[in-house]
């Protein structure tokens, strides 16, 4: 079956821009993630999801940052008056159970 | 806050030689999970550890977790060019994983 798919795959975008990047989860998985990686770094936690609701948005660095899940199926990550330090890979995960399962990513960078 | 120390940093070796990655916290884990990433693509699960001194091996690959579940490893017996990539340890922490810095393993032919 299908991935994890994100869009858009690159995202190239001015300072102070608004971006949102999509994320669609394996049919069927009820929790979804967001991280968020630097070169050179692991991942980093931003936000997860059980169904429509966030569970945990404890890693979302600020307020300029926001996601929705509202169907419980496609999530949208906003971020609003985009910074440089917000060049990154954003990866979107999903899972049933205990394993997550990552999609490629969506590279953005803040010129 | 849950860090994972992973090392080393970057490992590049001749093909055939055997390397050990490790993974170190000062937290515990209800489980460990190594993954692999290439170049432009998401983390690949390679295996997940639940149980403390659990082995798993897969082919050429052993993963160790500790007795206390705090640290593991990861070894490569024989590595191969195709071995080539970014070794990620993430502990589950309430649901989210907390990633370690990655080692990026070069095996040359």
């Known amino acids: 079956g299908a991935g994890v798919s994100q869009t858009p795959s690159n995202k190239v975008t001015e300072k102070g821009k608004y971006v949102e990047l999509r994320c669609d989860p394996i049919?069927?998985?009820?929790?979804l993630y967001w991280y968020r990686q630097s070169l050179g770094q692991g991942p980093e936690f931003l936000i997860y999801?059980?169904?429509?609701?966030?569970?945990?948005d404890s890693g979302l660095p600020n307020d300029r940052f926001f996601a929705v899940r509202p169907e419980g199926s496609v999530s949208t990550l906003k971020i609003q008056r985009t910074e440089r330090g917000d060049s990154a890979v954003y990866l979107c995960?999903?899972?049933?159970?205990?394993?997550?399962?990552f999609g490629p990513g969506t590279r953005l960078t803040v010129t | 806050t849950q860090l994972l120390e992973q090392s080393p940093q970057f490992l590049s070796i001749q093909e055939g030689e055997n390397l050990t990655v490790y993974c170190n916290s000062s937290?515990?884990?209800?489980?460990l999970q190594w993954y692999r990433q290439e170049p432009g693509e998401g983390p690949v699960l390679l295996v997940t550890?639940?149980?403390?001194?659990e082995v798993k091996k897969l082919k050429r690959l052993t993963f160790q977790f500790g007795d206390a579940r705090k640290d593991s490893s990861l070894h490569i017996t024989a590595a191969q060019p195709g071995d080539t990539g970014l070794y990620l340890c993430?502990?589950?922490?309430?649901?989210?994983?907390?990633f370690g810095q990655g080692t990026e393993l070069s095996v040359k032919p």
């Open positions: 995960a999903s899972s049933s159970g205990s394993e997550q399962y």
């Open positions: 049919s069927g998985h009820t929790a």
């Open positions: 999801f059980q169904g429509t609701g966030a569970a945990d």
């Open positions: 937290s515990v884990f209800s489980s």
């Open positions: 550890v639940v149980t403390g001194g």
């Open positions: 993430a502990g589950d922490w309430r649901g989210k994983l907390i």
